[in-house]
């Protein structure tokens, strides 16, 4: 078993040091997550990881669809950043919205958000039932990648329906994940971690 099997959630909680050792900026545009927050700060992702995504993406561009990362690699003392800056704005609601220092997938370099180009104009609005969303639930599975917080699945990941949010976890377990229509969770809570 290799490390993109990892499962982080609420209960298993990745250590503030944790950092990938091989993060690359995947893409220089200036419309992404980060840059709203941080001109410096661009998407990045595990560099063994990369090439899976732009395999996706290159057979994606072939029937018209053209997906970007938006936000990959997030830091343990971002999230809590994040974390404590909702706090300040909405209370103990933020609790519900964002997850826990540790307990987000972005801390592991492994998970992405998606965006859009659609006729030359970048979006981050990713909606169910957009073209994009509906060719990565057929085929982000050939590529490693699964949606990571399906809808229906809220009562067992924790987490509200993300069509944006997808998870690198090997070509392997992503097609067992994807034939069984299992979560990570679930897939643990069976075969046993
Ligand atoms: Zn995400």
Avoid: C
């Avoid at 609420?10 to 091989?22: A, G």
């Avoid at 995947?26 to 899976?52: C, G, Q, W």
């Avoid at 609790?95 to 540790?102: D, H, S, W």
């Amino acid at each position: 078993m290799n490390d993109y099997t990892i499962l982080v959630n609420h209960e298993y909680l990745l250590p503030r040091d944790y950092v990938p050792k091989n993060l690359v900026v995947t893409d220089e545009n200036e419309n992404n997550f980060h840059h709203y927050k941080d001109p410096s700060l661009k998407p990045m992702i595990r560099a063994d990881v990369l090439p899976y995504f732009l395999k996706m993406q290159k057979a994606a561009l072939e029937v018209g669809v053209h997906i970007l990362i938006d936000s990959g690699y997030r830091s343990y003392d971002y999230q809590e950043f994040v974390l404590k800056k909702n706090i300040l704005e909405k209370g103990d609601e933020a609790y519900a919205t964002v997850a826990l220092p540790g307990a987000s997938e972005h801390q592991t370099g492994l998970a992405i958000d998606i965006a859009y180009y659609r006729d030359g104009v970048y979006t981050d609005a990713v909606y169910d039932g957009d073209k994009e969303v509906e060719w990565l639930k057929e085929n982000s599975y050939k590529f490693g990648f699964v949606l990571r917080y399906p809808k229906g699945k809220e009562s067992i990941t924790h987490i509200s329906y993300e069509p944006w949010h997808y998870r690198f976890v090997g070509l392997e377990l992503a097609r067992k994940l994807w034939e069984q229509d299992f979560t990570l969770e679930e897939y643990y809570e069976k075969n046993g971690k």
